[in-house]
């Protein structure tokens, strides 16, 4: 990653909220989260809160146009981002809508969840996870980033494939703000949001290209990243793989603080899944659009 480095504008200042408690534990696990910062959305209320299960808070919330469903499974749309969101105690039936929902022979993955799939599903990738919450990141705006759209998604794609910082599809843009740095006419580093529960946006998608690395671009993009959450008056989050230690101390310096330990999985629907016939099969959350495994270390 790439080391941190001071920004030439002015910073908006850090969180005065309290700091959020740590799990020190390292056996923590996934079924357990740390306290919940009092002062964030759905902190303190005795409601579950929304990074608990982000990315069905997300679709459930900003995210309900990307959203498709069946029964209480709900997913982003193929070509935009891989989760599937599964209520927080899944059934049988749950899951068997899940295997209708993505096909027979399908790849499904998984956050935050608290269980293994069924005993016939095959497990083909599963990993630790943090994630990590804004407490005093020092987000600034950034005179080089230039806001990515549509148009820019050949080279992004490229980008991504030559750092492999996680899935980023044809319609992955749309899913919030993405900010790059060009030199020379090329897109060398880049940052957006994905995941979006209620009060709370994730940076993701941060890579650099070799050729810039040790420059400090993907630290000033976070912190612009985050300016702009902070501007809707949201607060930023992020994941990491576990064992990714140099990105997690990177984020930590910058001011995020570890929520949670979390796991993320990637499984095959059964190739003798049934197909169900039922009616509300491809039934959509209100407001989607017609339109066309995080790697979690950064």
């Not at 022979?105 to 994630?131: M, N």
Request: glycine share 10%; charged share 20%.
């Amino acid at each position: 990653m790439p080391e941190v480095t001071p920004l030439p504008t002015n910073p908006s200042p850090p969180r005065t909220d309290p700091p959020l408690a740590r799990a020190a534990d390292p056996s923590h696990g996934a079924t357990g989260p740390t306290p919940a910062r009092g002062s964030g959305p759905g902190g303190g209320t005795g409601e579950p809160h929304p990074l608990d299960n982000p990315a069905r808070a997300s679709l459930t919330g900003p995210h309900a146009r990307f959203a498709e469903r069946r029964g209480r499974i709900l997913r982003y749309s193929p070509d935009v981002t891989p989760w599937i969101a599964l209520p927080d105690e899944p059934d049988a039936r749950d899951w068997a809508d899940v295997a209708a929902l993505a096909g027979p022979g399908a790849s499904v993955t998984l956050t935050a969840f608290r269980e293994p799939p069924p005993a016939d599903w095959e497990i083909v990738f599963q990993a630790e996870g943090v994630q990590l919450v804004d407490d005093t990141l020092e987000a600034a705006p950034d005179p080089e980033a230039l806001l990515l759209g549509p148009a820019d998604v050949p080279e992004m794609l490229d980008l991504v494939e030559r750092t492999r910082p996680g899935p980023f599809l044809p319609r992955t843009v749309e899913l919030g703000t993405y900010l790059g740095i060009r030199r020379s006419g090329v897109l060398v580093a880049m940052a957006g949001e994905r995941l979006h529960p209620p009060g709370w946006t994730e940076i993701s998608g941060v890579c650099t290209d070799g050729s810039v690395r040790g420059q400090g671009l993907a630290t000033r993009l976070i912190r612009a990243v985050a300016h702009g959450i902070r501007e809707r008056g949201e607060t930023p989050f992020l994941h990491a793989a576990a064992s990714n230690t140099s990105a997690i101390r990177l984020y930590e310096s910058l001011g995020f603080t570890l929520r949670r330990r979390t796991s993320f999985l990637s499984a095959l629907v059964p190739a003798d899944a049934p197909v169900g016939t039922d009616p509300h099969a491809d039934a959509r959350t209100p407001g989607r659009g017609t339109g066309s495994l995080e790697q979690v270390g950064r």
